[in-house]
């Protein structure tokens, strides 16, 4: 039973808020991204200190270095090529999940499984010198991201958020 004055939300609206706060978290990955740069290149020590920060942070979740990395205004990102495009990606498959596609488990798996093997096809044949692309990083980073989180966050069964 709801508690006076509290609105219950259907189970439709859940999932839909749940995929709405992905949008927010991914975006907000992207802009500490493209933010730290910005900082860096500052002439405010604290901003120059605050992105440092950032950029300590970041690194656990990315090998950051400078040979493969975007820059901005002489600074570099605080993620690599193909994790800037995941990032990227992953807002994109979040924001295209708001909107609709298939919800059959099946083709999700298979979605999910065409953006791993693409990532891991690069990550293989780039760790061996079969070839070293930028384009090549950023392009799988981007489709894997999209992706996997499309396909993630439309496999979320509304029964599963459910908390009645």
Request: hydrophobic content about 50%; proline content about 3%; some cysteine.
């Amino acid at each position: 039973m709801a508690a006076r004055g509290t609105v219950q939300l259907t189970m439709s609206q859940r999932l839909f808020t749940v995929r709405k706060l992905a949008v927010l978290v991914v975006c907000s990955a992207v802009l500490v991204i493209m933010a730290v740069p910005l900082l860096l290149a500052s002439s405010n020590e604290s901003l120059v200190a605050f992105g440092a920060v950032l950029r300590t942070l970041w690194s656990p979740f990315c090998h950051q270095e400078a040979a493969k990395t975007f820059r901005l205004l002489g600074q570099p990102f605080c993620a690599c090529y193909r994790c800037t495009a995941l990032f990227i990606g992953g807002f994109f498959g979040a924001l295209a999940s708001l909107v609709g596609g298939p919800n059959d488990r099946k083709s999700l798996r298979w979605l999910c499984l065409l953006g791993f093997c693409l990532l891991g096809s690069d990550v293989f044949f780039q760790a061996i010198g079969l070839y070293a692309s930028q384009t090549v990083r950023c392009s799988t980073g981007l489709c894997a991201g999209s992706l996997v989180t499309y396909a993630s966050l439309r496999f979320i069964p509304e029964r599963g958020i459910d908390n009645g």
